[in-house]
């Protein structure tokens, strides 16, 4: 399918393991009452509230956070992962697992990790009022053209396949296809109901052909030839590319510009807290150094790593 990632130069896919083995599973997540802490997830008898995932997100950046309320789904496979998580440890339990001698030592050392880390970041805990709204002003003020946003361009397609398989005459009938819509379309059909009516990619198709909004740089090659010369509400001339024929139009589109202070002093505002943060851990671990030197033992160590 020609989706909107079709578009860009470069394909992106990342895929979550656990995630993919919770869909052979029947869970529930259950929609959020007004209770104090709700049951969001369920399997068997196994239950997770919210205020079990609320941890997980509580130490989350704000981009990450925003992922998650823009896209449901995720947040959904978060909670699937959870509750799974907790389903194998109470079978792990049952049989024993959590008296294992490996997994006794295994559960120890993460222990002292975790204890270390948190009092880590106690110790070296960034300022509530830290950066101040002068602070991230001087910042956005030096740092402008960081946040700038390049030309956008909103999308609407026609997909009309051909294999090579097909050969020449398989291209050539994809050709008089979209060629006869790119004619209804200069005739005046309308775009959005040609797209319904005969794309390919049925993913844009039934919402009119429409793609969505696109950096200039994120548009293909081929295809933003034919594009950046296109005013708003224009349609190109049929674009031929090794799967297909395309008809593209420009819905809208937003000139380069560089994003207001207000836009973005949240970003900025969280970016100076975290260099702030490893700033503190960076002084607070290099004086620990100093009041307690370490000695290695670096012949004892190489023997842990030797054939």
């Known amino acids: 399918m020609k989706n909107?990632?079709?578009?860009?130069?470069?394909?992106?896919?990342?895929?979550?393991?656990?995630?993919?083995?919770?869909?052979?599973?029947?869970?529930?997540?259950?929609?959020?009452?007004?209770?104090?802490?709700?049951?969001?997830?369920?399997?068997?008898?196994?239950?997770?509230?919210?205020?079990?995932?609320?941890?997980?997100?509580?130490?989350?950046?704000?981009?990450?956070?925003?992922?998650?309320?823009?896209?449901?789904?995720?947040?959904?496979?978060?909670?699937?992962?959870?509750?799974?998580q907790q389903v194998l440890f109470r079978e792990a339990a049952a049989a024993g697992w959590d008296k294992e001698s490996e997994v006794v030592a295994k559960v120890e050392r993460a222990k002292q990790a975790v204890v270390a880390e948190a009092y880590l970041d106690s110790v070296t805990k960034v300022p509530d009022g830290f950066p101040s709204a002068q602070e991230v002003q001087s910042f956005y003020e030096a740092k402008k053209e960081a946040f700038r946003i390049p030309k956008q361009y909103e999308l609407a397609q026609i997909y009309i396949s051909f294999s090579k398989e097909a050969g020449k005459a398989g291209e050539e009938k994809a050709k008089g296809k979209i060629e006869a819509v790119a004619k209804a379309i200069k005739g005046g059909a309308d775009f959005s109901a040609q797209a319904v009516e005969a794309s390919e990619?049925?993913?844009?198709?039934?919402?009119?052909?429409?793609?969505?909004?696109?950096?200039?740089?994120?548009?293909?090659?081929?295809?933003?030839?034919?594009?950046?010369?296109?005013?708003?509400?224009?349609?190109?001339?049929?674009?031929?590319?090794?799967?297909?024929?395309?008809?593209?139009?420009?819905?809208?589109?937003?000139?380069?510009?560089?994003?207001?202070?207000?836009?973005?002093?949240g970003r900025v505002a969280d970016f100076l807290r975290e260099e702030r943060a490893k700033k503190n851990r960076e002084i607070y671990l290099s004086k620990l150094q100093q009041m307690q030197p370490v000695s290695v033992n670096e012949v004892a160590l190489g023997t842990l790593v030797a054939d």
Not at 235 to 245: H, K, N, Q, V
């Open 4 to 84: 909107k990632n079709h578009f860009h130069a470069r394909k992106t896919a990342a895929k979550n393991a656990v995630a993919a083995l919770l869909f052979g599973g029947v869970f529930a997540v259950i929609p959020c009452k007004a209770e104090t802490d709700p049951v969001v997830a369920k399997v068997g008898e196994t239950e997770i509230k919210a205020s079990q995932i609320r941890p997980s997100l509580s130490g989350m950046s704000r981009a990450d956070k925003e992922n998650f309320r823009v896209n449901p789904g995720a947040l959904n496979q978060l909670a699937r992962s959870l509750i799974l």
């Open 201 to 265: 990619e049925r993913e844009s198709a039934v919402r009119g052909g429409v793609v969505g909004w696109l950096a200039e740089s994120a548009i293909r090659p081929e295809i933003r030839a034919k594009v950046v010369g296109l005013g708003k509400g224009a349609t190109s001339e049929p674009i031929r590319l090794d799967d297909g024929f395309y008809l593209v139009k420009v819905k809208d589109s937003k000139e380069a510009r560089v994003a207001g202070l207000e836009e973005v002093k």
